[in-house]
T-cell receptor, first 117, second 112 residues
Framework: GAGVSQSPRYKVTKRGQDVALRCDPI?????LYWYRQALGQGPEFLTY????????KSGLPNDRFSAERPEGSISTLTIQRTEQRDSAMYRC???????????????FGPGTRLTVT | AQSVSQHNHHVILSEAASLELGCNYS??????LFWYVQYPGQHLQLLLK??????LVKGIKGFEAEFIKSKFSFNLRKPSVQWSDSAEYLC??????????FGQGTELSVKP
């Protein structure tokens, strides 16, 4: 079946512009996660949703970052007034179950490579 | 705060050599443990996972990992690597909060 998809795959933007990154999870998956990965580092948690409810946004670095999942399926991560330090790979993952240790594993999309010039 | 440490940033091996990648985590409670792999040009794929039970878990492509609770470790092993195993390997911990906490990753290069 179809996996997690993300768009765009690559995004180059100028400093100060807003960007919106999209994630389409596996159909039926309850939980959706956003991570950010800098070069040479592992992914770092940003935020996650169960259905349409944002459960944890503790990883969002500042108020320029926001995310939504209005219908409990597709999610959008928005970065306002982008800065060069926002350049990274943004990864989305989904899982069948929600929180708790019996939740299933997370399946990752291909990522969006964001470059802010 | 929880953290995951992978000891080697870059490992270079010859084909048929044995592999062991270290992973240690800091969290006193019950956790799930994962190894993910990213082959060049592809996205993160789950290699293996530990939830409970037998601490020796087997994954895809001949990989296995052993959970040692007393050492807070979850090392990845493979008896004989192939050139096609060249990739980045990421260890991750998941607690009851749901999010994954990753190590910095280990890049494995296998020389043919």
């Amino acid at each position: 079946g179809a996996g997690v998809s993300q768009s765009p795959r690559y995004k180059v933007t100028k400093r100060g512009q807003d960007v919106a990154l999209r994630c389409d999870p596996i159909s039926g998956h309850v939980s959706l996660y956003w991570y950010r990965q800098a070069l040479g580092q592992g992914p770092e948690f940003l935020t996650y949703f169960n259905y349409e409810a944002q459960q944890d946004k503790s990883g969002l670095p500042n108020d320029r970052f926001s995310a939504e999942r209005p219908e409990g399926s597709i999610s959008t991560l928005t970065i306002q007034r982008t800065e060069q330090r926002d350049s990274a790979m943004y990864r989305c993952a989904s899982s069948l179950a929600g929180t708790g240790l019996r939740g299933s594993e997370q399946y990752f999309g291909p990522g969006t490579r964001l470059t802010v010039t | 705060a929880q953290s995951v440490s992978q000891h080697n940033h870059h490992v270079i091996l010859s084909e048929a050599a044995s592999l062991e990648l270290g992973c240690n985590y800091s969290y006193g409670g019950t956790v799930n443990l994962f190894w993910y792999v990213q082959y060049p040009g592809q996205h993160l794929q789950l290699l293996l996972k530990y939830f409970s039970g037998d601490p020796l878990v087997k994954g895809i492509k001949g990989f296995e990992a052993e959970f040692i609770k007393s050492k807070f470790s979850f090392n990845l092993r493979k008896p004989s690597v192939q050139w096609s195993d060249s990739a980045e390997y990421l260890c991750a911990v998941k607690n009851q909060g749901g999010k994954l906490i990753f190590g910095q990753g280990t890049e494995l290069s296998v020389k043919p």
